[in-house]
């Protein structure tokens, strides 16, 4: 699928509260993604709803999450239970001069539809490749992979990223007119995830540390 493409809303994926802040292009979706490390699943399972944070990672055009076989998430989703999945990346912290207009600006994302299984060893692995580039790139190179029993115990499931909503706020602070002279600081406080130097473990006595690890702070 062409990441230049649209995505084109369904009934359930169109955005009817500020539908301005509607996106629809397939490059801004994946990098939301690509861009964040835990999602959010949404699915019900023996008469209870439930919302798991995990892990994911996104390769070509399906979000792909993994866990123990034996875990409720996985056991619900590998079943074919429809679900939901959201993403959301902070940017700022929207001052306004009245408490009713304060915001926030954000790229959000939630997938709609039902998680399949990878099949296969060789498929999974794959697979969790791409999950160790995500970490970091050439980490898929040097650590350990999964041996068979470890392959065996891990479900890897996959989700169609076909159906998304995706809704991006970035702006100022919209004060009403009646408001705008108060003596009151409006504006915005930007926030991001940022990396910190690398906390060494004990055991790596002797190991060449590899550049993404020197470069992570960067």
């Not at 959000?108 to 490749?129: M, N, P, R, T």
């Not at 190179?141 to 989700?159: P, Q």
């Not at 004990?202 to 702070?217: C, G, L, Q, S």
Request: net charge negative.
């Amino acid at each position: 699928m062409n990441e230049r493409s649209a995505v084109p809303p369904s009934a359930r994926t169109t955005i009817r509260r500020l539908p301005e802040l509607a996106n629809h292009d397939r490059a801004t979706f994946y990098s939301i993604l690509d861009e964040s490390y835990v999602c959010h699943i949404a699915f019900s399972a023996n008469n209870d709803t439930h919302c798991i944070p995990t892990a994911h990672w996104r390769k070509d055009d399906y979000l792909y999450i993994h866990g123990s076989n034996g875990s409720r998430l996985i056991k619900s989703l590998a079943a074919g239970v429809q679900t939901s999945v959201a993403i959301t990346l902070l940017d700022g912290l929207v001052l306004a001069k009245s408490a009713f207009s304060h915001s926030m600006n954000y790229r959000s994302a939630v997938i709609y539809g039902h998680f399949e299984i990878v099949q296969g060893s060789a498929e999974k692995l794959e697979a969790l490749d791409v999950f160790m580039d995500k970490i970091a790139m050439g980490r898929k190179e040097e650590a350990r992979r999964g041996n068979s029993k470890e392959i065996a115990a891990t479900n890897i499931l996959r989700i169609s990223l076909t159906e998304v909503a995706v809704k991006i706020s970035d702006s100022g602070p919209s004060d009403k007119d009646e408001d705008i002279d108060l003596p009151v600081w409006a504006g915005i406080l930007p926030m991001k995830m940022t990396r910190g130097s690398p906390v060494h473990n004990e055991n790596n006595k002797d190991v060449i540390i590899p550049d993404y690890v020197k470069t992570w702070a960067d």
